[in-house]
């Protein structure tokens, strides 16, 4: 090894002989289990010419086994029937035998019952995907679900006598998405503007927002099926055009608007150029751009002929004529070429003004041919006629005023400046991040920290829209009033306003957090880090009242008891750590620490009297705790099948089983959340979604409603104190979505679906469910195939 590591320190890679016999003993069962796997195929491919006639008798004799085992009253059948087969139990309830001897024993066996093993072979097959599998005893019934080759055993309560005659509906409620929080700034340009209706409209996730300034009010444009990326508006200050990124629907980056034409540039590595007929929606003309990075394209006011581009180090100046394009570079001469063109505007005696990465303002023109060096065929070009020194770092925006004057952003320095209109400096303010749009005397500035600033030169800049800036995990809800917390990666802790539409407060934390939860009497709330430490922060003052760490691993879950006098912690060191609540959520003290998953906590709620904690981990465990006894494990899951949960965002348990899809691998579902009055359930998928299923919704493929909206993964989602609003949040979008929980009978179709009959209504949303899959995975299919054939796309 040391041959092999060089320099690598041995010693660090192997820290003690401990984790090397650990290592070893893994291998060593993965290699029996392998070797059963094997047996059990080999017995079961030889006597498979039986099986058709032996069928029924293995379907008693699986049954009369899974009855011993499932019924905790026939603990002597289950003993004797273990003899006979090689089941594979949970880690949590192998602790106190050595693993093994029990694989040993479980060789010995392979040579059971040849039934019994072909059942085991096809459970294990199936498994890789999720499937289910009903199992009866006397007195009531039990479900098994495989994720991943991971057997879960839910128990049926017994408030429900039959389980097949179960019959699952779509909710009576429905989602209409309210208001959107954020902008994206922080990696496009040219997104904001302002529309002769009084509204700004810009762009985050899926969704483009008209927001009224004055009014506060929203309007919003969701047809997009992946993250829109730019922006522009006609000039008649009505229409307005948006791209997206590459997604399942094949749609460009669009750019700029003529009263005719709408010219767009794509994302592929040729960067397409293209000119469409907006009145025909027919394509006037195509051309080959550049392969560099293009960030801004336009029409020459003046001459619908003439277009502009500019990217990394170049400026194109192009010529449309009879559904044709050609391109004419400008050239830099004497000047030092920049690394990027940013921005440029189209001054008002019709030079070309560009802002580049080296802080310049560059004033282009036209200039006539060199006829004593090309001789008479020479050709006007565009060339530098002269450079302004504007920033300091990049010119992020340039923008021109009606009377000539120009305003140009910079980044690094944070300043906006003024300038008459032969460049020279005139006024400045300075604000964070700047991309500044102005409008009379107003100016509206989105920042790279994706806010949207409102103001003037004399009276300053206020806020009209905030946001994260980087990935968000953390979300809870007040218990009692409209407001919510969010906290992610960006190391922000922001409370908002739910009726407002506003953030209340933000602080900014030296670890960036992942959970939270409020305190039931609503007057601090506790926040889960990266690092294991957690703090208890005042909602009034923003003080942090307390400070703890548990481990050293990041948090992933913070739940008070529904008194209030508990607070347990979940992490990512498979531990749950129980704390006393005392002076109204402002002191803590260690009660006890749950100890038995095998993986870390994702999970976990209380039970309504405060005794019991519920919760998820990693490798798709259900472990039920009685904290009141001292924190300890129920081993005999069955007797806490009928316990009432005062929260339900554990996303794997009986009640909820139905909002896993066939073929889903455990983390398709990144959150969950119940409505307060227990009738829905609202679930954050893997795939930029948000369902609301009934509650319960135990059987497979239960029917939902599904929305979109965010541009990635959905990472959390929370209903508010009175289920009036849900709340969900994206990752990487930085998009958090209010959603408004429609009740049955207000909306335009409910009273045709009321006149329906409930046979008509699943049968009509199983078949848009299954219409929506077929259509995305077929769309999936051609984007890849695309892929392929052209190459891979910037």
């Known amino acids: ?103 040993k024993k479980r060789l010995d066996k392979k040579a059971a019952s040849s039934q019994l093993e072909m059942y085991k072979y096809v459970s294990m097959v199936q498994s890789c995907h999720t499937c289910f599998f009903i199992c009866h005893w006397l007195t009531g019934q039990s479900i098994k679900m495989f994720i991943r080759g991971r057997p879960i055993t839910m128990y049926v309560p017994s408030n429900i006598q039959n389980y097949d005659d179960l019959r699952m509906e779509p909710p009576v409620e429905k989602l209409e998405l309210d208001w959107v929080y954020g902008y994206r700034g922080r990696d496009c340009r040219a997104n904001l503007y302002l529309l002769a209706s009084g509204e700004a409209v810009y762009f985050i996730a899926c969704v483009v927002v008209l927001y009224h300034i004055n009014n506060r009010t929203q309007r919003h444009y969701s047809k997009h099926t992946d993250c829109v990326r730019c922006l522009t508006i006609h000039p008649d200050k009505v229409r307005v055009a948006s791209g997206q990124t590459a997604g399942v629907d094949k749609d460009g980056k669009v750019r700029r608007f003529h009263s005719t034409f709408l010219c767009v540039i794509d994302d592929s590595n040729e960067h397409m150029l293209s000119v469409w007929d907006c ?110 020194r504007a920033h300091d770092g990049s010119v992020f925006t340039l923008c021109m005023l009606q009377g000539g004057a120009l305003l140009s952003g910079g980044g690094k320095d944070r300043k906006i400046i003024r300038w008459s209109a032969d460049l020279a400096p005139e006024r400045e303010c300075e604000v964070k991040d700047a991309r500044a749009r102005v409008y009379g005397e107003e100016l509206l500035v989105g ?62 934390l030296e670890e960036y957090g992942l959970c939270a939860d409020f305190c039931p009497n609503g007057a601090v709330v506790s ?40 607070l347990a912690v979940g992490s990512h060191d498979n531990f749950i750590y129980i704390y006393n609540v005392t002076e109204s959520g402002r002191r803590y003290s260690r009660y006890g620490k749950c100890n038995g998953h095998s993986s870390f906590i994702t999970h ?9 904690i519920m919760s998820n981990s990693g490798d798709y465990e259900i472990l039920y705790w009685d904290i009141a006894g001292g924190c300890k494990l129920l081993r005999n899951r069955y007797e806490s099948k009928d316990r009432e949960w005062a929260s339900y965002t554990c996303v794997l348990g009986f009640h909820v089983m139905g909002v896993w899809l066939e073929g889903s691998d455990g983390t398709d579902i990144n959150a969950l959340c119940r409505s307060h009055n227990e009738r829905m359930v609202a679930v954050a998928d893997d795939f930029c979604k948000v369902h609301l299923f009934q509650y319960p919704c135990p059987k497979p493929k239960a029917p939902n409603h599904s929305y979109e909206g965010h541009g990635s993964h959905v990472t959390n989602v929370r209903f ?27 909306g335009d179709s409910e009273g045709d679906m009321e006149r329906k009959t409930e046979t008509e209504r699943i049968r009509e949303r199983l078949i848009e469910r299954q219409r929506g899959e077929n259509v995305y995975r077929e769309r999936g299919r051609e984007q890849r195939r695309e892929r392929v054939a052209s190459g891979p796309v910037a």
């Open 279 to 388: 009145a025909k929606g027919t394509k006037h003309a195509e051309v080959k751009s550049t392969n560099e990075a293009v960030f801004t394209v336009e029409f020459n006011p003046n001459d619908s002929t003439n277009i502009i581009t500019c990217g990394k180090s170049h400026v194109y100046f192009w010529t449309l004529s009879a559904g044709s394009l050609t391109k004419k570079q400008g050239i830099f001469g004497k000047y030092k070429k920049p690394k990027f063109i940013q921005c440029f505007v189209f001054s008002l005696t019709g030079d070309v003004l560009t802002g580049d990465s080296e802080g310049n303002i560059l004033t282009w023109g036209k200039s006539p041919g060199d006829v004593k060096t090309l001789g008479k065929g020479a050709k006007e070009t565009f060339q530098i006629m002269r450079q302004t």
């Open 604 to 612: 976990l709620d209380w039970s309504k009297d405060g005794k019991y």
């Open 1 to 103: 090894l040391r041959k092999f590591a060089g320099n690598v320190d041995i010693d660090r890679i192997y820290n003690g002989k401990d984790r090397v016999s650990v290592m070893e003993g893994r291998l060593q069962l993965q290699e029996n289990e392998i070797t059963l796997l094997k047996s059990s195929l080999a017995d079961a491919l030889r006597r498979l010419p039986r099986v058709c006639a032996c069928l029924c008798a293995s379907m008693c004799l699986c049954s009369q086994v899974w009855l011993s085992v499932s019924n905790p009253a026939h603990k002597s059948s289950y003993t004797d029937s273990l003899s006979s087969l090689s089941r594979v139990r949970r880690n949590s309830e192998k602790l106190a035998k050595d693993p093994q001897e029990k694989t």
């Open 447 to 508: 920042t790279t920290r994706n806010a949207i600033l409102r103001g003037t030169f004399s009276d300053g800049f206020v806020a009209i829209v905030q946001g994260h800036v980087d990935e968000m995990w953390g979300l809870a809800t007040h218990p009692s009033q409209d407001v919510f917390l969010t906290c992610g990666h960006d190391r922000l802790v922001c409370v908002w306003n739910t009726e407002e539409h506003k953030l209340d407060w933000c602080t900014t």
């Open 527 to 566: 926040v889960g880090l990266s690092t294991g430490r957690w703090l208890v922060l005042d909602l009034q003052t923003k003080d942090i009242v307390s400070d703890y760490t548990d481990g050293n691993e990041q948090l992933s879950v913070m739940r008070y008891s529904t008194d209030g006098s508990f």
């Open 720 to 746: 508010t104190h009175c289920d009036s609003h849900v709340l969900s949040m994206g990752g990487k979008d930085t998009c958090i979505l209010q959603w408004r929980v429609k009740r049955g009978g207000t």
